[in-house]
């Protein structure tokens, strides 16, 4: 109990003296290293001088493109499960729905894909690690090159660091086969405590040396992060600074890049659809990242 203390006070100290250097500027860069950013933004569409422009989720991600955020193939479970008796945490494997979208995938070679099975109870690691190691075959068996991934799979997330940290890194081992084989990392590091910038830190840094741990060489670290932020019913956004924060924090860390998500469902306090503007707010922090720091989208 002594030891989980004192690491929570290392953590803290560490914390908040990276916070300082970062807000102060006098943070030093770690050692230069491709940071890409890829993009799942399911918004209307986007501002273009003060306009709003109407899009479709492939005309939008073709305009964050030209920004540098690359894209990635995100397959949630209900396109690739079946769900006898609608129990939806024991969805099986429908095989010929994963081999369609693993055919269309071969058409970006280089594309990311992320398969979000996260209805498969993950305490269960007897069943669910053999689930995973299944929906991979199965998506191998037709597509074979896309880089291929789980959400926050390998490793698994606190969701509330640092309780449970134990109970975690059972886990992470218990996943190790499923590690073995995906081709990234993606924990999740949304912002499930509001803004505070300290305890999405505490689990950045908790993941990404789970991350590491596993040892398997070639495997890149992008974790899924978002700008949206949940208050109950209501969603509000991630400054620029709150954005830049984050981002700089995974590229010090020694991250590959991340994952940005966003939800369909997302709306404005007054009901309306949202709308990107690259040059305000967290999209505003994200271009200028991408600027400074290099990347092989862009």
């Given at each position: ?49 003060g306009v709003k422009q109407q899009n479709s ?142 305890d999405w830190y505490k689990a950045a840094v ?30 509000t956004f991630l400054t620029y600074e709150q ?56």
């Amino acid at each position: 109990m002594r030891t989980m203390r004192n690491y929570g006070m290392l953590l803290l100290l560490i914390g908040l003296f990276f916070m300082m250097s970062i807000k102060s500027g006098n943070a030093q860069d770690a050692k230069r290293h491709p940071f890409n950013i890829y993009g799942f933004i399911v918004y209307a569409g986007y501002i273009k001088q003060g306009v709003k422009q109407q899009n479709s989720m492939s005309q939008l991600q073709n305009y964050l493109q030209s920004i540098g955020i690359g894209k990635y193939n995100l397959i949630y479970e209900h396109k690739v499960l079946d769900y006898p008796n609608g129990d939806k945490k024991n969805g099986t494997i429908n095989l010929n729905r994963m081999d369609s979208l693993a055919a269309l995938a071969v058409n970006e070679p280089t594309g990311l894909v992320s398969l979000d099975l996260e209805g498969w109870n993950r305490f269960d690691t007897s069943r669910t690690v053999h689930r995973m190691l299944d929906a991979i075959k199965s998506f191998r068996r037709i597509n074979k090159v896309s880089p291929l991934g789980f959400y926050a799979t390998v490793p698994q997330d606190t969701y509330g660091f640092p309780k449970d940290q134990q109970l975690y890194e059972r886990l992470n081992k218990a996943y190790r086969p499923v590690a073995a084989v995906v081709d990234y990392y993606s924990p999740s590091l949304y912002n499930y405590k509001g803004v505070d910038s300290l305890d999405w830190y505490k689990a950045a840094v908790f993941n990404l040396e789970a991350c590491h741990k596993y040892s398997f060489s070639g495997k890149q670290i992008l974790p899924y992060i978002t700008p949206e932020v949940w208050n109950g019913d209501q969603t509000t956004f991630l400054t620029y600074e709150q954005m830049w924060y984050r981002l700089k924090v995974l590229y010090d860390l020694g991250a590959d890049g991340c994952l940005l998500w966003t939800s369909s469902k997302t709306r404005n306090p007054d009901g309306t659809k949202i709308f990107v503007d690259e040059n305000a707010g967290w999209l505003k922090a994200v271009k200028d990242f991408i600027k400074q720091y290099p990347s092989s989208n862009h």
